[in-house]
């Protein structure tokens, strides 16, 4: 599996829950450009709490995102994510690389709480131009089962992945390409998505901490169809739209809790486990729920720290064309872990 690294096309695939987004980046000019956005809606039962509930539907509407996209490049990279991948910043001993990777199985022994034998590891070496005696690495692991399903899945939809990366990783990628000055310091990024909440914590531009948040937009108009009496459609509408409403608030405040409290339970373990972390100081989200009106400002209040929408297109070139019939100011939160997906190019 590999889970770092960069043809000149790059399809950058997102099986969500709710919804198949695919942006394409063309590399030939050295510098980055986006050239199609593709997103097909999937029904609510066809991916449930991560799983795969209708093998059939999702495989074909993967197929029609890319037939839309218009484009063939085997270069197509898609990721997991979820409770069965591990990310941790650890110290090693200071070897090179080679001797690091032999190192690496039984370091993981001692801080991924599954069996070695079923899973997936990769790690980076964080500061490899460092003197101490120490140096700080990325280790990840995922589960062999979870990693093998996603391929499953795709090669299904004739769409057979070149590299299968890690949520967290490309969210940072495009994170970090679009928000330069986010890369110091400590600061939050939160992915309010259909199903779940992919909070990353960054210090200094490096992953320290990933976690899911079991809230997302799905829970929020679940809450405003059962307590208000709203339809479907009309709980849609309320999400999706640029005001606030009075059961949106209530709503608004029951769930946005459920991610403050994830919040600081992730920044006390951290605190209590990690040498000189220091207090997040910035929260950036991004995801459909970050659309929701109210939320951000509610959380920023709750948290009392700043909380802004992340926007991967902020210092991206687009070409002209790329988002066709869609409106880019909707469309833009939800296309952080696609566009981060894509910034990978074949070597």
């Known amino acids: 599996m590999a889970l770092f690294g960069r043809k000149k096309l790059t399809v950058g695939l997102d099986v969500g829950s709710g919804l198949v987004k695919a942006v394409v980046m063309d590399h030939t000019s050295g510098t980055p450009e986006l050239t199609k956005v593709v997103i097909t809606p999937l029904n609510d039962t066809a991916i449930v709490e991560g799983e795969v509930m209708d093998h059939a539907i999702v495989a074909d509407a993967i ?129 309010i998505g259909h199903e779940a909440t992919n909070l990353n914590i960054l210090d200094d531009g490096v992953p320290i901490l990933t976690r899911d948040l079991t809230v997302g937009t799905r829970r929020f108009r679940e809450d405003l169809q059962r307590e208000h009496g709203a339809s479907n459609d009309d709980a849609e509408t309320m999400l999706r739209g640029y005001d606030r409403t009075l059961p949106l608030d209530g709503v608004v405040a029951l769930r946005g809790e459920e991610i403050a409290v994830g919040m600081e339970r992730a920044a006390t373990f951290l605190a209590t486990s990690t040498r000189n972390f220091g207090q997040i100081r910035a929260v950036f989200a991004c995801g459909g729920g970050a659309r929701i009106p109210g939320l951000l400002p509610w959380l920023s209040e709750r948290l009392r720290i700043p909380v802004q929408l992340a926007n991967p297109l902020a210092q991206l070139r687009v070409r002209e064309g790329a988002m066709e019939f869609l409106s880019t100011d909707e469309v833009a939160p939800l296309l952080m872990l696609p566009v981060g997906l894509a910034l990978r190019a074949a070597a």
């Open 63 to 191: 197929r029609q995102t890319l037939e839309a996209t218009g484009i063939k490049t085997k270069h197509i990279v898609s990721a997991v994510g979820g409770r069965d991948v591990i990310v941790k910043k650890i110290s090693i001993e200071r070897v090179k690389e080679a001797q690091a990777r032999e190192l690496m199985r039984w370091e993981a022994e001692q801080h991924v709480p599954f069996d070695m034998e079923s899973v997936e590891l990769d790690f980076q070496i964080l500061d490899p131009d460092a003197d101490g005696l120490e140096m700080s690495v990325l280790l990840v692991a995922a589960k062999r089962d979870l990693v093998e399903a996603k391929r499953t899945l795709l090669t299904d939809a004739g769409a057979a992945p070149f590299i299968i990366d890690v949520d967290a990783f490309a969210l940072h990628n495009a994170f970090g390409l679009n928000h330069p000055d986010a890369m110091s310091g400590t600061v939050a990024l939160l992915n």
